[in-house]
């Protein structure tokens, strides 16, 4: 029996186990899902998410739903590929994660007071730091091959969840300005090492302001990015309707093509 034939009364369901079942199946008959490891495929869990933000932002809730697929593809494979050396199941990471959101909420799930966000932030922050029996640092939850801005801000959110922090954003602004002088002062230095931790201690204590104003770094600067990458490319196409390119023209006439570009988004929102 071929294995056509074998398989050939798979059909797509709304069932989990179902998607575990073919999970299994093509960790034995395909040849490139079967040659996977843990290592091989991390990027490309990485790149998933990244590809399930971009839906969020552009609010495409259609593409959203097919990503977030992909997501829980991967989780099941690295379940199965665990499974198979006998590490844990997915039941295992079912089984972890419930007891994990019960023990984390006790004001859901026992009778510990906490009607703010902010109470909740720190009773987390609390418990999971008796979970670790002190033996660790409140920042080693934080991994380090996070994107840098995103890892600024997680590092300050976990110090602020133990008390160290400031109340309001003011005293976090004086700080910006003090680390912006300090980096002004080392400009035109022959120094790039010097400089360059200036410029970070510049970025961190935008990221704290920023977080301190309810903003996240890493949404805001995406965002600020797709805007640039859309006002430049309408430069681009401006310019190819002249028979010209970036290149090919002085900084004043694409400064006031990018002023267009500004000028159509204000009128569309």
């Given at each position: 029996m071929s294995m056509s034939d074998l398989y050939s009364n798979i059909k797509p369901t709304?069932?989990?186990?179902?998607?575990?079942?073919?999970?299994?199946?093509?960790?034995?008959?395909?040849?490139w899902d079967r040659k996977q490891t843990h290592e091989s495929i991390k990027d490309l869990m990485v790149e998933e998410v990244y590809e399930a933000i971009d839906a969020i932002d552009n609010q495409d809730y259609e593409d959203l739903c097919?990503?977030?697929g992909d997501m829980l593809l991967h989780v099941v494979f690295h379940a199965q590929m665990a499974s198979e050396k006998s590490t844990f199941t997915i039941e295992d990471v079912i089984f972890g994660i419930q007891e994990k959101l019960i023990r984390r909420h006790p004001h859901v799930f026992a009778d510990t007071v906490a009607d703010e966000e902010g109470t909740v932030m720190k009773n987390w922050e609390k418990i999971?730091?008796?979970?670790?029996?002190?033996n660790q640092s409140v920042l080693s939850g934080v991994p380090h091959t996070l994107p840098a801005l995103l890892r600024a801000q997680r590092m300050q959110e976990?110090?602020?969840?133990?008390?160290?922090?400031?109340?309001?954003?003011?005293?976090?602004?004086?700080?910006?300005?003090?680390?912006?002088?300090?980096?002004?002062e080392l400009v035109g230095s022959n120094s790039k090492e010097e400089l360059a931790?200036?410029?970070?201690?510049?970025?961190f204590s935008i990221v704290n302001v920023g977080r301190l104003l309810k903003l996240n770094a890493e949404d805001s600067l995406r965002l600020t990015n797709n805007k640039f990458q859309s006002r430049f490319e309408y430069i681009e196409?401006?310019?190819?309707?002249?028979?010209?390119?970036?290149?090919?023209?002085?900084?004043?006439?694409?400064?006031?093509l990018w002023n267009e570009a500004k000028h159509i988004e204000k009128e569309k929102r």
């Open positions: 709304n069932s989990f186990s179902d998607l575990v079942r073919i999970m299994e199946i093509l960790r034995k008959e395909c040849p097919k990503e977030l999971k730091q008796a979970e670790k029996n002190g976990k110090a602020g969840g133990v008390g160290f922090d400031w109340s309001e954003w003011k005293p976090a602004w004086d700080k910006l300005e003090e680390e912006l002088l300090e980096f002004r931790g200036e410029f970070g201690d510049v970025l196409r401006e310019l190819k309707k002249k028979g010209k390119k970036p290149g090919e023209v002085n900084l004043e006439t694409m400064d006031s």
